[in-house]
């Protein structure tokens, strides 16, 4: 009856004529067994009809003939009742397991919750009692209300049990916004994927729909979650990471699984070690993926060549910027779980780098993949070993095309030494191939190409002589392909592999074709965006086929010529409307475009330092510190040798990238050089003008940098840069802003405005609208500081600067709080510290808590302001110091009724003339104190705070 009334007996369909007949049917199903008076039924089914019970009578009379058994409806004129027991019926049934599912969940059996769940809610149909007439109405709101609540304890057991339900529940919650407990599982499961900016996101959401559409707030489970979230409540439990899905079934492994996952409870670090081929990785990600309770990072290092690349490329896994310090200060906070791949190439800079996380943070565990040992003390050595020939057997038929006869098989991959990478490989080939002719061409390659002399490992000799069959099976044009994608050791963009292919003499209308026949045979991976890459083995087999054809150089120049290529037009795409386009090739491309610098250094370093000059912006923008380096190699690589205008340039850019970071020193030397160098080339003279304006500005030097920008703003009205011009004059308002200048800022925030008229870059006019909102701020136009500033987070979100929207949130926050908004302006805020933490900037992180921590105060929620400013007066401990740290220690010292502290805080705020500051030490001394003068100088000084704090902020003022 939850949909068409449908009715069986003896599991055959029995016809109901529809109309009053089927409802007289529902009426008494529903009833299941207890009788229903007769008025009742003429009232229900005919209401506001004039009715008799003779009308009743014929179909009753017709509902049993329907039936075929005139018992099952018994009774007479007083009534009638339907002989069947209540599990027969399905409302009954669902309203039954709503209980029942509710129990298993709460002892604990998610799987059976999910089952039950899964199977009552099939039997719903689109509409509830569909042949129902109004009188129905109490009892479909009841079944629906079953029908969510067996949704909801569906999605808590399936989340419990570590799927992903993030998609469904957004459905689900846009379907019924109402539902809080919706909203709770959604906001846990984005949170538990390690998505928490996007968990406090979401209860933003939930608290304006309900504030602005029923006039109500959250209910206090929903708030109490936004708290734990705020305070990473462990109890929360955490599912994040970056593991892929295994692109196919592992066989015969659950063994292993187990085994690794009882090492890493009670080991740090684990090691499993084995030949290429054996299946390593495919392992790792498998175990990792059991683990619902950590986040689990995977760290591909087959691309790197060092002790940079490797940190690197574990920055850019977990998403972090800063460095070394940001990752491990990520790792410190949780546990965690990472999987180095692929360590035994770089086995020196992995030992480094797992002994200092280890050091630095004591919940995280290590699981690595390598060919040989790390040789760490306290390192729990897993040896994989190579499947059993059954497992094997098994492996081979779920991959081959084509069944074979099995001893033949069994023959096969007795042959293949039960390497999976081989029998796959092997099973491939049944494409085209029977199971005979592949054994038969086989035991050949290995007679042919293992070498008992070798003291290599055996198992690698037999992954080399089952690659080596492979490629000789090849058409001639198949295995320059394999060469070509050899060259790029982060996988190849189809462009980028025809260009090569062509320099191997391989047609350009043939390229398509050689790459898809690679990838249907299994040796090339396609990876989404459309992306080409080898298996590490088959790669290494590839290059050295590459060097004994004689033609690495030829294929590494045309590499790097493509690199080249692509690096001319970076700048300018970057600073264009396709500039998404342009940041997602250079961060895609990271790995390759290091290769071709490396390459460059020895064999063409002018085409380097062009290479590093071209994506040195799109470096800038992406917040990559390690571009300073890269340009800096290239650059001392060319010498003296490269034109003075690109050394500056490098130069220019390096310091950028080094200010970015902190690294001052530097970055003065760096402009300096570059003045030197382009001395008579306005242009350039006028970018180490404002360049340098931007290093001086973090030092607060505000006078200095509106100097320089004037400097560069006088060159500019005889040089046409508009983009320059622009760039500019935003360092001018920022200065002029910074220093109390609001005329200087106003004439510069036109001159921006004039020149984005001709220019359409996404970053400038973020910058733009992050600039016209803290203006709007100074000025006290707090609504439009919000709209400005509102809407430089959210681009900046959405383009993926990072950084960028961390802090525009933390400004966006603090305007929110002065336009009056004190709940909106404390979300935002959390959500910039979480943001922040998630790029692996701790500093602004810190900025962030404190401005937290002020605005939770003013809100009254003491112990939530407490730990904010705690997490950050501990980083600004440890750091040395950060911006509005003394704004911090004086509210922590407020909180703590700490007059010494206070005292000494407020004389150094009156040296500074830090005007918050003193308005907060004042107010908390004269409560503590009682000497209410000292209100009326805090009052006084409100008048340079305003910008800044509000009279809500004065906790201590209006506590008397």
Same mark, same amino acid.
């Given at each position: ?45 005919? !209401?506001?009809?004039?009715t ?30 339907l ?33 039950a ?14 042949s ?6 109490p009892?479909r ?40 407990e ?17 968990a ?27 708290h ?23 066989v015969?492994?659950d063994?292993?699984?187990?085994a ?27 175990t ?14 087959? !691309? ?7 940190? /690197? ?26 999987i ?95 199971v005979?002719?592949?054994k ?14 070798s ?35 982060g ?23 050689v ?22 083995s ?25 690199y ?19 940041l ?12 071709a ?94 360049y ?26 005889e ?8 760039a ?13 200048d ?35 701020r ?25 950084q ?9 926050g ?34 962030g ?36 740290? !003394? ?11 700490d ?7 407020l004389?150094?705020?009156?040296? /500074? ?15 503590l ?32």
């Amino acid at each position: 009856m939850l949909g068409p009334v449908e009715v069986r007996r003896d599991g055959r369909p029995v016809p109901i004529p529809r109309g009053k007949t089927a409802e007289l049917l529902v009426h008494l199903a529903l009833a299941a067994g207890t009788p229903v008076r007769a008025d009742r039924l003429l009232d229900d089914l005919w !209401a506001g009809s004039p009715t008799n019970r003779n009308t009743l009578q014929q179909k009753v009379a017709r509902l049993r003939r329907s039936l075929g058994d005139p018992s099952l409806v018994a009774g007479g004129d007083d009534g009638y009742r339907l002989a069947i027991e209540p599990d027969t019926v399905d409302a009954h049934r669902v309203l039954r397991e709503v209980g029942a599912a509710a129990a298993l969940f709460d002892d604990g059996d998610h799987a059976a919750a999910a089952a039950a769940t899964a199977a009552a809610l099939a039997l719903f149909g689109e509409d509830v009692l569909p042949s129902a007439g109004d009188w129905a109405a109490p009892q479909r709101a009841r079944l629906e209300e079953a029908r969510m609540q067996l949704t909801e304890t569906r999605f808590a057991a399936r989340l419990r049990l570590g799927e992903d339900v993030i998609g469904e529940l957004d459905a689900a919650v846009a379907t019924a916004p109402y539902r809080e407990e919706l909203w709770e599982l959604l906001i846990t499961a984005l949170y538990r994927e390690g998505r928490q900016a996007e968990a406090l996101a979401a209860y933003q959401r939930v608290r304006t729909r309900l504030a602005n559409e029923l006039g109500l707030e959250p209910g206090p489970r929903l708030k109490e979650l936004e708290h734990q979230i705020l305070t990473q409540d462990q109890a929360l439990g955490v599912r994040a990471g970056n593991l892929p899905s295994l692109a196919a079934e592992l066989v015969a492994r659950d063994g292993e699984i187990a085994a690794l996952r009882d090492l890493l409870v009670r080991n740090r670090l684990v090691e499993i070690v084995g030949p290429g081929g054996i299946g390593k990785t495919a392992l790792a990600i498998a175990t990792g993926r059991t683990l619902a309770d950590v986040p689990v990072w995977l760290i591909r290092l087959e !691309a790197a060549q060092g002790p940079d690349d490797v940190l /690197d490329t574990a920055v850019a896994a977990l998403g972090v910027v800063g460095g070394e310090a940001a990752l491990q200060e990520r790792l410190r906070r949780t546990e965690a779980v990472l999987i180095l791949d692929n360590c035994e190439h770089v086995v020196d800079a992995a030992v480094a780098l797992v002994e200092r996380l280890l050091d630095a943070a004591p919940t995280l565990r290590v699981l690595c993949t390598s060919q040989v040992p790390l040789e760490l003390s306290d390192e729990a050595v897993f040896e994989l070993a190579p499947l059993t020939l059954e497992d094997a057997v098994e492996l081979f038929a779920l991959r081959s095309v084509r069944a074979g006869d099995r001893e033949q098989v069994r023959e096969l991959c007795r042959s293949l030494d039960g390497l999976p990478l081989a029998i796959e490989l092997a099973a491939a080939r049944t494409r085209t191939l029977s199971v005979e002719q592949i054994k038969r061409r086989l035991d050949d390659r290995f007679t042919v190409l293992s070498d008992p002399g070798s003291r290599k490992p055996e198992r690698r000799r037999a992954l080399r002589a089952t690659i080596g069959w492979s490629y000789e099976l090849l058409f001639p044009d198949d295995q320059r392909g394999l060469w070509a994608l050899a060259a790029f050791p982060g996988g190849a963009p189809l462009a980028a592999a025809e260009s090569v292919l062509g320099a191997l003499d391989v047609p350009s209308e043939a390229a398509i074709d050689v790459v898809s026949r690679l990838a249907g045979r299994s040796l090339v991976i396609v990876e989404e965006p459309t992306r080409y890459r080898l298996l590490e083995s088959i790669r290494a087999f590839a290059l050295e086929a590459l060097a004994e054809a004689g033609l690495t150089e030829r294929a590494l120049d045309a590499y790097a010529a493509w690199y080249a290529e692509q690096a001319a037009s970076s700048t300018e795409g970057v600073r264009s409307a396709q500039q998404a386009e342009h940041l997602a090739f250079a961060r895609a491309e990271r790995a390759n475009i290091d290769s071709a610098l490396v390459w460059c250094e020895v064999n063409d370093p002018l085409r380097g330092l062009h290479i590093a000059g071209g994506f040195g912006w799109a470096w800038i923008v992406l917040g990559d510190a390690r571009g300073a380096q890269r340009l800096l190699a290239a650059l001392a690589a060319a010498g003296a040798t490269a034109p003075p205008r690109e050394r500056a340039n490098a130069l220019l850019l390096a310091a950028w990238i080094e200010a970015s970071s902190g690294h001052l020193e530097p970055a003065h030397h760096h402009i300096a050089l570059a003045a030197d160098l382009v001395r008579g080339d306005r242009d350039l003279e006028a970018r180490c003008a404002y360049y340098l304006a931007y290093v001086v500005s973090h030092h607060g030097d505000w006078g200095d940098a509106l100097a320089l920008t004037d400097r560069a703003e006088a060159i500019y009205v005889e040089v046409d840069r508009p983009w320059d011009r622009a760039a500019n004059a935003l360092f001018a308002s920022r200065a002029a802003i910074s220093a109390g200048d609001i005329e200087r800022a106003a004439a510069a925030r036109d001159e921006v405005q004039r020149c984005l008229e001709i220019i359409d870059d996404p970053w400038l006019r973020v910058r733009r609208d992050a600039m016209l909102g803290e203006l709007a701020r100074v000025e006290l136009r707090f609504d439009e500081a919000v709209t400005y500033l509102g809407r430089a987070a959210e681009t900046s979100g959405r383009l993926g600067y990072l950084q960028t929207e961390a802090y525009q949130l933390t400004s966006l926050g603090r305007a929110q709080c002065q336009a009056g908004d004190y709940d909106s302006g404390a979300a935002t805020l959390g959500l910039a510290v979480a943001k922040a933490e998630g790029t692996g900037d701790v500093r602004l992180a810190a900025l962030g808590r404190v401005h937290l921590g002020r605005v939770l105060r003013a809100l009254g929620r003491t112990a939530d302001a407490g730990a904010a400013l705690e997490a950050a007066a501990a980083f600004h401990r440890d750091a040395g110091g950060g911006e509005q740290q !003394a704004l911090g220690d004086t509210l922590l010292a407020a909180l703590d009724s700490d007059s010494e502290r206070l005292t000494a805080l407020l004389q150094e705020a009156q040296r /500074d003339g830090n005007a918050p500051v003193e308005v907060f030490a004042l107010d908390a001394l004269a409560r503590l104190t009682g000497n209410h003068s000292l209100y009326v100088t805090a009052d006084a000084r409100m008048d340079s705070a305003a910008h800044f704090i509000t009279e809500r902020d004065r906790v201590d003022r209006h506590a008397d």
